[in-house]
């Protein structure tokens, strides 16, 4: 399984990003996806996922009412709407795939994609 997470960059407070993640080497449909992120000091956290379907999603309630995530089974990509964006946010933010269920715990995930940066200035 490969990963590739795109669409970071640098943005003010209250604006807006779209991550993308391409999936590839599986079949899509088979595995959950999430984000997570990593700011620099701190560990790996959960930001958001979604199940196989795409009929279930769970968030960290940081981001609860302003990141969206969403999947595209056809395209095997998932996305990550991100609004309201808050300095907290920066991040290297990741996306990864495990078998079956979704999860918030980064150690159940077996996949990973590379990172793509988040800044976002006051």
């Known amino acids: 399984v490969q990963l590739q997470a795109s669409g970071g960059g640098l943005v003010q407070a209250g604006g807006s990003l779209r991550l993308t993640c391409a999936f590839s080497?599986?079949?899509?449909?088979?595995?959950?996806l999430g984000w997570f992120r990593q700011a620099p000091g701190k560990e790996r956290e959960f930001v958001a996922g979604i199940s196989r379907a795409g009929d279930i999603t769970n968030y960290a309630d940081s981001v609860k009412g302003r990141f969206t995530i969403s999947r595209d089974n056809a395209e095997n990509t998932v996305y990550l709407q991100m609004n309201s964006l808050k300095p907290d946010d920066t991040a290297v933010y990741f996306c990864?795939?495990?078998?079956?269920?979704?999860?918030?715990?980064?150690?159940?995930?077996?996949?990973w994609g590379q990172g793509t940066q988040v800044t976002v200035s006051s």
């Open positions: 990864a795939a495990r078998l079956f269920y979704l999860s918030d715990a980064a150690g159940s995930y077996n996949f």
């Open positions: 080497g599986r079949t899509f449909s088979g595995f959950a």
